[in-house]
């Protein structure tokens, strides 16, 4: 008998990785105030958090986390099922449905997680999931992880949805999409994608972890955005992590669904709930993302001057309508470099490379926060033109 070794399978694995310069490299935050990030000893300014409203290190927000934690303790002790679901866990999910007009919502505490049980207590072998292909990875890995057959159609191609459908008559359907891409940071379809999948007979699901909290009246996302609700969209998964600037997500939907992912979601049951102090932060949170709404502006304000530099400086831009903006760079090596070379004066961008998105289509991930300063954009604008010369003319990573 000869099973493969798994030592073998690990050094192939890094042999290809090293070829191709794919190893990835965590960076340790000691300090954090607002986007100035003590990192590895050094200063940066930070343009790769997904903190866009900047609520995480709110005053009022962090003391609601600490009053819930000194009241409740730092973890639940237990699953939601058997006696880890604390009234904060529970007012955080009547708030969350009634802000986005739902009858009922999930608490899951992440956003992989209420991926993974929406797929898997709906969806079986025989059902299909059709999916944009740009979607995020944990929506791929919970069709995989469903059973169901898994069918991509070309980004935003509303028309590509329909012929997967129509090409896949049999079993249950899914259509999903990101609401807004947290790669490239433009908005889905979604008044189309209803359309389609009701007459398909589908189900349509919306994962707007970029959206909520930035589009829309009072930020309620992109289905709202679009006038869209429970109707047209039957399930949405909103997450907690990026705008409003804490942890986990919410699954939304009517009794009968909601009711369903309870009693049948396994990566729901089988797992520890989050801190009651968690879901006391984000409901503050909340609060403040609603009434705040010049966060949301300010946002937009950052993106609009930066485009504008950028465009100015000859930078070829993608169109963006949320807090991120894409630089392509194409190659994984000029990725890399203009990250070094913002790094050098002081700025963190981050390089994304495949196998986040597709091949050929490495890029930096500008994110922006209301915390930005005009200055800070104006220095992210000067630090991304030296850096695009210093890389033009021979500047290498490490
Ligand atoms: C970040 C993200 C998730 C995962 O949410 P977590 O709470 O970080 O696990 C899911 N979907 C999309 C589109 C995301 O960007």
């Given at each position: 008998?000869?099973?493969?070794?798994?030592?073998?399978?690990?050094?192939?694995?890094?042999?290809?990785?090293?070829?191709?310069?794919?190893?990835?490299?965590?960076?340790?935050?000691?300090?954090?105030?607002?986007?100035?990030?003590?990192?590895?000893?050094?200063?940066?300014?930070?343009?790769?958090?997904?903190?866009?409203?900047?609520?995480?290190?709110?005053?009022?927000?962090?003391?609601a986390f600490q009053d819930a934690a000194a009241r409740l303790g730092t973890g639940s002790g237990a699953s939601h099922l058997v006696c880890g679901h604390f009234s904060e866990h529970d007012a955080l999910e009547r708030e969350v449905a009634e802000w986005l007009?739902?009858?009922?919502?999930?608490?899951?505490?992440?956003?992989?997680?209420?991926?993974?049980?929406?797929?898997?207590?709906?969806?079986?072998?025989?059902?299909?999931?059709?999916?944009?292909?740009?979607?995020?990875?944990?929506?791929?890995?919970?069709?995989?992880?469903?059973?169901?057959?898994?069918?991509?159609?070309?980004?935003?191609?509303?028309?590509?949805?329909?012929?997967?459908?129509?090409?896949?008559?049999?079993?249950?359907?899914?259509?999903?999409?990101?609401?807004?891409?947290?790669?490239?940071?433009?908005?889905?379809?979604?008044?189309?994608?209803?359309?389609?999948?009701?007459?398909?007979?589908?189900?349509?699901?919306?994962?707007?972890?970029?959206?909520?909290?930035?589009?829309?009246?009072?930020?309620?996302?992109?289905?709202?955005?679009?006038?869209?609700?429970?109707?047209?969209?039957?399930?949405?998964?909103?997450?907690?992590?990026?705008?409003?600037?804490?942890?986990?997500?919410?699954?939304?939907?009517?009794?009968?669904?909601?009711?369903?992912?309870?009693?049948?979601?396994?990566?729901?049951?089988?797992?520890?709930?989050?801190?009651?102090?968690?879901?006391?932060?984000?409901?503050?949170?909340?609060?403040?993302?609603?009434?705040?709404?010049?966060?949301?502006?300010?946002?937009?304000?950052?993106?609009?001057?930066?485009?504008?530099?950028?465009?100015?400086?000859?930078?070829?831009?993608?169109?963006?309508?949320?807090?991120?903006?894409?630089?392509?760079?194409?190659?994984?090596?000029?990725a890399l470099a203009m990250s070094a070379a913002l790094e050098a004066q002081g700025i963190w961008v981050s390089a994304i490379r495949p196998p986040t998105v597709p091949e050929n289509s490495?890029?930096?991930?500008?994110?922006?926060?209301?915390?930005?300063?005009?200055?800070?954009?104006?220095?992210?604008?000067?630090?991304?033109?030296?850096?695009?010369?210093?890389?033009?003319?021979?500047?290498?990573?490490?």
């Amino acid at each position: 008998m000869s099973r493969p070794s798994l030592t073998e399978r690990i050094s192939l694995t890094k042999k290809a990785r090293e070829e191709k310069q794919r190893a990835r490299r965590r960076r340790v935050v000691s300090k954090r105030d607002g986007m100035r990030y003590e990192v590895d000893g050094e200063s940066l300014l930070c343009f790769c958090s997904n903190d866009y409203l900047g609520l995480a290190q709110h005053f009022t927000v962090s003391s609601a986390f600490q009053d819930a934690a000194a009241r409740l303790g730092t973890g639940s002790g237990a699953s939601h099922l058997v006696c880890g679901h604390f009234s904060e866990h529970d007012a955080l999910e009547r708030e969350v449905a009634e802000w986005l007009g739902y009858p009922s919502a999930l608490l899951f505490s992440s956003g992989y997680q209420a991926n993974l049980a929406v797929a898997q207590a709906f969806l079986g072998e025989g059902d299909v999931s059709i999916q944009d292909r740009l979607n995020h990875a944990s929506l791929i890995d919970a069709a995989r992880l469903a059973g169901a057959s898994l069918r991509r159609y070309p980004h935003v191609d509303a028309e590509g949805a329909l012929r997967q459908l129509r090409g896949n008559p049999e079993g249950a359907a899914m259509v999903v999409t990101d609401g807004v891409f947290s790669m490239e940071g433009d908005v889905a379809p979604v008044r189309a994608l209803a359309l389609i999948a009701r007459v398909q007979h589908a189900t349509f699901v919306v994962d707007d972890a970029h959206g909520v909290g930035i589009l829309g009246t009072d930020g309620r996302g992109t289905v709202a955005a679009a006038g869209l609700g429970l109707n047209e969209v039957p399930l949405q998964v909103v997450t907690l992590g990026k705008a409003l600037g804490g942890e986990g997500a919410l699954v939304l939907g009517d009794q009968a669904h909601i009711e369903h992912l309870k009693q049948n979601a396994r990566p729901y049951i089988y797992t520890t709930a989050s801190a009651p102090a968690s879901a006391a932060a984000s409901r503050v949170a909340l609060q403040l993302a609603r009434r705040e709404s010049w966060r949301r502006e300010r946002v937009f304000a950052n993106l609009a001057r930066l485009r504008q530099g950028l465009l100015g400086a000859g930078f070829e831009l993608p169109g963006s309508d949320s807090a991120i903006q894409s630089i392509p760079c194409g190659s994984d090596e000029i990725a890399l470099a203009m990250s070094a070379a913002l790094e050098a004066q002081g700025i963190w961008v981050s390089a994304i490379r495949p196998p986040t998105v597709p091949e050929n289509s490495a890029r930096l991930r500008v994110t922006l926060s209301a915390l930005h300063s005009d200055a800070d954009i104006d220095s992210l604008i000067a630090a991304l033109r030296w850096s695009r010369d210093a890389v033009g003319t021979g500047y290498r990573a490490e």
